[in-house]
C-alpha cells in the first residue's frame, strides 16, 4: 500500500505473490523454452490447456510480471495519479516512477487501488472486452490479439487478452513479451522523435528569424509605398487645384471675350482690317526692295534704262499735265505687272488719294477681293494682267454698290494715268 503520510513508496518486487504464482510461472518458463522453435502467439498456446470457466480474470489475478505492463501501457500517469488519489483520499506527493512501483505493488493483492484501476480498465475497454468475448480458444484469442495489435490499439487489446478467461500462461508469456520488446522499439523511436524534434525546433528558430526579418521588410517596404501613395495623393490634389484654377481662368476669359464682342459688333472686321494693314505693310516693303532691284537695272515702265535714250512714254510722261486731284479717296489698282507698282503708287498718291493695290489672283489670295473692294472708293481695274474670277468679282461688286469703276486694258503707267484722267473728268 502507499504511505500518503510519509509520500514513501515500497520497492516493487518481483517475488511478491510467488507462491500464488508457481504454477504461472512454470507454464511461463515451459512455454518460453518450447517458444524457441515457434514463430507465432498461435503456435505457442496450442499446446497449452485452456483455463475452464468463463470469468474473467481480475487485475489482481494476473501474474506478478504483469501489473508493470499493464499499469505502465493502459493508462496514462495523470489518470494513475488522479485514481490513485481518489482511492487513498489523498495525492501523494512523490516522483512519477516512485507512483508506478507503488500502485504496481498494491495492485497484485486486491485493493481499493486495484479495485479502482480494475473498474476504470473495464470502463475504458469496453468495446474490446465486447469483442474479445467472441474467441471461445486460446487460438482464437490469439489470433485476435494479433488483430489487434496490427490496428494499433495495444492498451485495449492488452487488457482485453490478459483478463479473458481463454488466456493461458503461455500466451500471457507471449503477450506480455511482444508487449516488451514493444516498449522499447518505442523508446528507441521517442529518442529519435526527441531528436527530430530538437533539430526541428532549431530550424523553427532559422525560419522563425527569417519570418521576423520578412516581416520586417515588409513593414518597411508597406510604409514606403505608403509615403510615396501620400506623396502622389497630395500631388494630385495640387494638380486638381491648377486644373480647376486654369478652368476657371479661361471661363472668365470667355466671358470677357463674349462681353467684348457684344460691346464692338464690328471687332472682328476691324480685326480683320488690322491684319490685312499688316499684310499690306509687308507687301509695301516687299515691292519697295523690288523697285530697289529694278532701280539697279531692270526697265520700269515708263522709266528709261542707264545709258539708253528716253521712249516715247517716258518723253510723253514727263510732258503729260499733272493728274487731277481726287481728294483723300482710297483708289484700288487690280491687277498690273508687280515691277510697276511703285509707279501706281507714285501716280495715285500724286492725285493726293490713298493707293490701294491686288494683283488679281497671281499672288495675292482672291478671297482677300472682297475686302479690299469695300475699303475702296475707286476702282482701277487692268483687266490684261488679272484673272477672270477676279474680273468679274470687281465687276459684280461695283455694279452691287454703284461704285466707279474704270477698266485698263493694256496695263502700264500711262493707261493708269488716263484712267485717273478720266475719272478727275468724271467728277
Known amino acids: 500500500m502507499l504511505d500518503i503520510a510519509t509520500g514513501a513508496a515500497p520497492a516493487l518486487d518481483p517475488l511478491d505473490g510467488a507462491a500464488d504464482m508457481k504454477p504461472v510461472l512454470a507454464a511461463g518458463t515451459e512455454a518460453m523454452s518450447w517458444a524457441a522453435a515457434q514463430p507465432t502467439c498461435c503456435a505457442k498456446v496450442a499446446a497449452a490447456p485452456a483455463p475452464s470457466g468463463s470469468r474473467r480474470r481480475r487485475l489482481w489475478e494476473l501474474g506478478a510480471h504483469a501489473h508493470c505492463p499493464v499499469i505502465g501501457v493502459c493508462l496514462p500517469i495523470a489518470a494513475l495519479r488522479r485514481l490513485a488519489g481518489k482511492a487513498l483520499g489523498g495525492q501523494p506527493k512523490i516522483s512519477d516512477y516512485d507512483m508506478h512501483c507503488a500502485v ?3 495492485c ?12 476504470d480498465f473495464d470502463r475504458r475497454f469496453a468495446a474490446a472486452l465486447r469483442h474479445s468475448a467472441a474467441n471461445k480458444s486460446a487460438e482464437a484469442l490469439a489470433d485476435w490479439w494479433q488483430s489487434q495489435v496490427d490496428a494499433k490499439d495495444l492498451p485495449a487489446a492488452l487488457w482485453a487478452t490478459l483478463t479473458h478467461a481463454r488466456c493461458t500462461a503461455a500466451l500471457e508469456d507471449a503477450v506480455l513479451g511482444q508487449v516488451h520488446m514493444l516498449q522499447h522499439q518505442v523508446g528507441m523511436v521517442t529518442r529519435v522523435e526527441l531528436a527530430r524534434f530538437e533539430a526541428l525546433i532549431d530550424e523553427n528558430g532559422v ?26 495623393q497630395a500631388e494630385l490634389l495640387q494638380l486638381r487645384g491648377r486644373r480647376l484654377a486654369a478652368d476657371s481662368t479661361v471661363a472668365l476669359l470667355r466671358d470677357e471675350i463674349r462681353t467684348l464682342h457684344a460691346a464692338q459688333p464690328a471687332l472682328a472686321g476691324r480685326l480683320q482690317m488690322a491684319r490685312r494693314a499688316e499684310w499690306q505693310a509687308e507687301r509695301i516693303g516687299q515691292l519697295q526692295r523690288e523697285l530697289q532691284r529694278a532701280r539697279s537695272g531692270l526697265a520700269l515702265d ?49 492725285s493726293g488719294a490713298r493707293f490701294l493695290h491686288h494683283d488679281g489672283g497671281a499672288e495675292h489670295n482672291v478671297g482677300q477681293l472682297e475686302m479690299t473692294l469695300a475699303a475702296a472708293d475707286l476702282v482701277i481695274c487692268q483687266a490684261g494682267c488679272v484673272s477672270h474670277n477676279a474680273y ?18 493694256n496695263p502700264s503707267a500711262t493707261g493708269l494715268r488716263r484712267a485717273l484722267s478720266v475719272i478727275g473728268e468724271a467728277d
Open 104 to 106: 504496481v505493488t498494491d
Open 108 to 119: 497484485k493483492r486486491r485493493s481499493p487501488v486495484a479495485e479502482a484501476l480494475q473498474r
Open 207 to 232: 525560419l522563425g528569424r527569417a519570418l521576423a526579418a520578412a516581416q520586417q521588410r515588409c513593414t518597411r517596404q508597406a510604409a514606403e509605398h505608403a509615403e510615396r501613395c501620400d506623396a502622389l
Open 302 to 350: 515708263g522709266e528709261p534704262v542707264a545709258g539708253e535714250p528716253a521712249t516715247a512714254d517716258a518723253s510723253a510722261e514727263a510732258a503729260a499735265p499733272a493728274p487731277p486731284q481726287l481728294g483723300n479717296r482710297a483708289v484700288l489698282c487690280v491687277g498690273g505687272r508687280t515691277a510697276s507698282v511703285p509707279t501706281y503708287r507714285r501716280l495715285v498718291e500724286g
Open 392 to 409: 468679274w468679282r470687281v465687276k459684280d461688286h461695283c455694279k452691287r454698290t454703284g461704285k466707279r469703276c474704270v477698266f485698263v486694258e
